[in-house]
């Protein structure tokens, strides 16, 4: 299965600020995912992010709040912006090598907004 | 879209019970349903999955089964140990993962 590296692993923000978190994969995947963690609770999907077109969101996340990234297919960048204390979560990307088997995730963002 | 309910939400057991962890879906397309490990401050990891065609899987202590007639699956953790101890989330794949609310474990020695 795909190893992915992401960074930062953790990072404490003002309120206001952007943050950008990367991924990069070790091999080429077409699609890449972002979900949001928040604390005790499941894992939400932010957006599907896939070389060459526009991510494509879920339903309470904006492009402008969460702009993405997917200039290849080995890597992906998700921004939080204008970032409030709800932004306060654990952020994930993952990949799925192909029809979701061997699905994997990144280590994760864990981002605390002061 | 997808639906993924998971019970129950905590569950605590004697070192050396079985843990029944269940899960129901509502979209009959989603064909893969895997289940995940979460430790503390971890990333969720695969433990096992199952695809649609399947209606049963088994890897050592852990076994999934899969009824698409009614639209279960269930993880199944036998002779327990403090280790299995975790978050556990199932999910189902309809071309992106839906997850579970997920089930807290705990092992009692």
């Known amino acids: 299965s795909a190893v992915i590296s992401q960074k930062p692993s953790r990072d404490i923000c003002q309120r206001g600020t952007s943050l950008t978190i990367q991924c990069q994969v070790d091999s080429q995947v077409t699609m890449m995912f972002w979900y949001r963690q928040q604390p005790g609770q499941s894992l939400t999907l932010i957006a599907t992010a896939n070389q060459g077109s526009e991510a494509t969101y879920e339903s309470g996340f904006v492009i402008d709040k969460f702009p993405i990234s997917r200039p290849n297919l080995t890597f992906s960048t998700l921004t939080v912006s204008n970032m409030s204390p709800e932004d306060s979560s654990i952020y994930l990307c993952s990949v799925d090598p192909g029809q979701g088997y061997g699905y994997t995730f990144g280590s994760g963002t864990r981002l605390t907004v002061v | 879209g997808e639906n993924v309910e998971q019970h129950p939400s905590t569950l605590s057991v004697q070192e050396g019970d079985s843990a029944v962890i269940k899960c129901t879906y509502s979209?009959?397309?989603?064909?893969?349903f895997p289940w995940y490990k979460q430790e503390l401050g971890k990333r969720p990891q695969l433990i096992i999955d199952i695809r649609s065609n399947v209606g049963e899987k088994k890897d050592q202590r852990i076994a999934v089964t899969l009824n698409k007639t009614a639209k279960h699956f269930s993880l199944h953790i036998t002779e327990t140990q403090p280790e299995d101890s975790a978050v556990y989330f199932c999910a189902a794949y309809d071309y992106k993962l839906s997850f579970g609310a997920g089930t807290t474990v705990t092992v009692r020695a």
């Open positions: 979209d009959s397309a989603s064909n893969y």
